[in-house]
């Protein structure tokens, strides 16, 4: 089949033949096949030293042309994909349907391996020319998959982890792959998954794109979730016809192919006219609203969007023509929707709540990975400005000119703009991705596109200070200058900033202007760790509802919830639903219980504390871990509620009888009161 030459080409033999007696781990059969391919159609060698296959400039600029709309919608995606996983060797990459590599998003620390292993912008990836690897596999087997290590047929890529995910258009065509590659010794199944979920959201930006001319409804079974990678979308005509759905819809709908809805009414799918939803979702401030599945009475949450352009002005007159319907229920807001029971959480939703319709800009507070743009998109959504932009800005992520730019415009002259790559991997090019048309709205900066929202800036204690005075001269003048010295620009936003501490000692050092520091905290709230929240459980329980909305059957049982509610979660929520998605992806059936725990996050492992541990009564000595940690919890809540039974009792859900019994079971007694 192959000539031994070297112990990578001995090795694919073997597993080939079934006579491997090291296979390291167990080889997926989508490798396999990947292997046979290589060897029977590409005829290539694994022990091959010839260099990676990179486009001739003109053909990369010509490919980089073509694909400038899916470079575009891949960007912001992409940057935030590789946020989460910063620290961790990982580089983001996204490739057309050909395997080329069009953009990407380098670690530095991955420098040289990705300049030895072709990871170069026009390299291409398919297995034709990069045999097995995780975006020339996926292009094949259409599907989310990881080649880690030994499973890459060329040897010189065998020190990579590759995790890559189809992108589809609206047709079910493949049209790109996204990737993270890194020289990670451990396949991360949860690396997996965060690509995936990105790669859906950029499918959405391109479905939300070609049919932004059409009616949209957007739609999913939890209405936290409308928005998000998991909804569906569905476009309808002006005549109120499905013209496309996407794939996250055909599977919530229960529907096989696109076809057996094309040209129907939404009628046909759901119990509402397309002119009643897009009324109701235009006076509900495009909260999602419940609707039912007119064949089977499932309940999802929707909106419905009216066509963006001027060409489907008919439309929209059309809408406006229709008896106005009954002004809907209240309803909660989704700020209600983050009230689980905690003190502290409780307070900023009701200080948030009083200042939802004035322009007082707002500082959030809290340890990363505890929510700080969770809460101030639902600020957003819960004011009268859910209708216009919600734009987010990291103020650490880009350098000063890049955050410059990207804030406040560029001039409309030719400029090029450097990808976050390392100089290595790359010649100086302008990116597609961020060199934005004359005359587009990306010119004007992301402070313009606010206009009317909401302007989030996170990390805001990493904002430079000369672009710290452009700032404090949009919160007071209520304006842009504009690089190329014309009128400024009115604007209306509201800014929302956010960040993990120590403003005022940057201050102190005059790393932070005075002036801008005490504008952006007219209102600070302080977004508790998850170790310290009181609603522990009842969020824990909330992000698994989440996270498993695509997969209903699955359940959380209760010795795993104990064991995720008793560890101290260092990365907060964040961490939490990481580590829900993984258990999730990995699960061999649909029940979780304490055996699904991944070990490389240490989750089971109780938050010790001393002062209990050493004073537990007899009668509780004998208490396992989990019940140590349990009574613990317990003690909090009576001690919150100064040995109120009565109102423990109703905050845990429970009657009062079964709370004595929890509290014999555990060992707890009250004091006698005198």
């Known amino acids: 089949m192959l000539q031994p030459i070297g112990s990578h080409a001995r090795y694919i033999q073997s597993v080939l033949r079934g006579t491997a007696r090291d296979e390291r781990p167990s080889t997926p059969d989508y490798v396999k096949r990947s292997w046979l391919r290589c060897l029977t159609q590409y005829h290539l060698d694994p022990q091959s030293q010839r260099e990676p296959y990179v486009l001739p400039r003109d053909e990369r600029l010509a490919r980089k042309e073509l694909n400038l709309e899916l470079v575009s919608f891949a960007d912001a995606e992409m940057a935030h994909l590789y946020h989460q996983l910063a620290g961790s060797g990982y580089s983001i990459i996204l490739t057309d349907r050909d395997g080329v590599l069009l953009d990407y998003y380098g670690d530095l620390s991955f420098r040289n391996a990705a300049f ?27 599907a989310p998959l990881i080649v880690h290590r030994d499973q890459h047929f060329f040897s010189r ?8 995910a189809p992108i589809f258009d609206y047709r079910g065509d493949l049209v790109a792959v996204l990737d993270a590659s890194g020289e990670s010794d451990r396949a991360q199944q949860h690396t997996l998954v965060l690509v995936n979920m990105s790669a859906q959201m950029i499918e959405n930006r391109i479905f939300l794109y070609r049919f932004k001319d059409e009616f949209v409804v957007r739609f999913h079974s939890r209405p936290e979730l409308v928005g998000t990678w998991g909804e569906g979308i569905i476009a309808l005509d002006a005549a109120g016809a499905i013209a496309a759905l996407d794939r996250n819809a055909l599977f919530q709908l229960g529907v096989k192919t696109a076809v057996e809805l094309m040209g129907a009414p939404l009628e046909r799918v759901f119990n ?102 969770f809460f101030a998109r639902a600020m957003h959504s819960s004011s009268d400005r859910a209708d216009k932009p919600f734009v987010m800005v990291n103020c650490s992520f880009l350098p000063g000119g890049q955050l410059e730019r990207e804030l406040f415009g560029r001039p409309p002259i030719a400029r090029g703009v450097q990808p976050l790559a390392p100089a290595a991997v790359a010649p100086p090019e302008e990116s597609p991705a961020t060199a934005a048309k004359p005359g587009t709205e990306e010119d004007l900066g992301r402070v313009v596109q606010a206009n009317g929202g909401t302007l989030f800036l996170d990390d805001v204690g990493e904002l430079p200070l000369e672009l710290q005075a452009r700032l404090l001269h949009v919160i007071e003048e209520r304006e842009v200058l504009r690089p190329d010295g014309e009128a400024p620009i009115r604007v209306d936003v509201r800014v929302v900033s956010a960040a993990r501490g120590g403003l005022q000692e940057k201050v102190r050092r005059g790393e932070f202007r005075e002036d801008l520091f005490y504008r952006l905290q007219s209102l600070v709230l302080t977004m508790p760790p998850l170790r310290e929240r009181k609603d522990k459980s009842a969020l824990i329980r909330h992000v698994f509802a989440q996270e498993s909305a695509a997969t209903p059957a699955v359940t959380l049982e209760d010795d795993l919830a104990d064991a995720l509610r008793a560890y101290a979660w260092p990365g907060n929520i964040r961490q939490l639903r990481n580590v829900l998605r993984g258990m999730i992806a990995m699960r061999s059936g649909d029940r979780l219980d304490g055996s699904c725990l991944p070990t490389d996050y240490g989750v089971g492992q109780a938050e010790v504390a001393p002062s209990e541990d050493c004073e537990l009564p007899p009668e509780a000595q004998s208490l396992n871990p989990l019940e140590k940690a349990e009574r613990g919890a317990l003690l909090k809540e009576i001690e919150l509620h100064h040995g109120n039974i009565s109102r423990v009792a109703q905050k845990l859900g429970i009657g009062r009888n079964t709370l004595y019994r929890k509290m014999r079971r555990l060992g707890i007694t009250l004091p006698s009161r005198h």
């Open 272 to 373: 509402i006219s397309l002119a009643a939803l897009v009324g109701r979702s235009q006076k509900k401030s495009f909260h999602p609203l419940p609707i039912y599945d007119a064949h089977h009475g499932g309940r999802f949450f929707a909106i419905a969007q009216a066509p963006q352009s001027k060409r489907a002005l008919g439309g929209k007159q059309r809408l406006a023509r229709i008896e106005e319907l009954p002004p809907p229920d209240p309803g909660r807001t989704p700020l209600d929707d983050l009230d689980f029971g905690d003190p502290m959480m409780g307070r900023n939703i009701q200080a948030a709540r009083r200042t939802q319709s004035r322009d007082v800009p707002i500082l959030l507070l809290g340890e990363s990975g505890t929510g700080k743009e």
């Open 116 to 142: 030895r292993t072709g990871l170069v912008l026009g390299a291409v990836w398919s297995e034709e020319h990069g045999g097995t690897n995780g975006m020339g596999t996926c292009l094949f087997e259409r």
């Open 157 to 164: 890529n065998t020190g990579l982890t590759c995790c890559a």
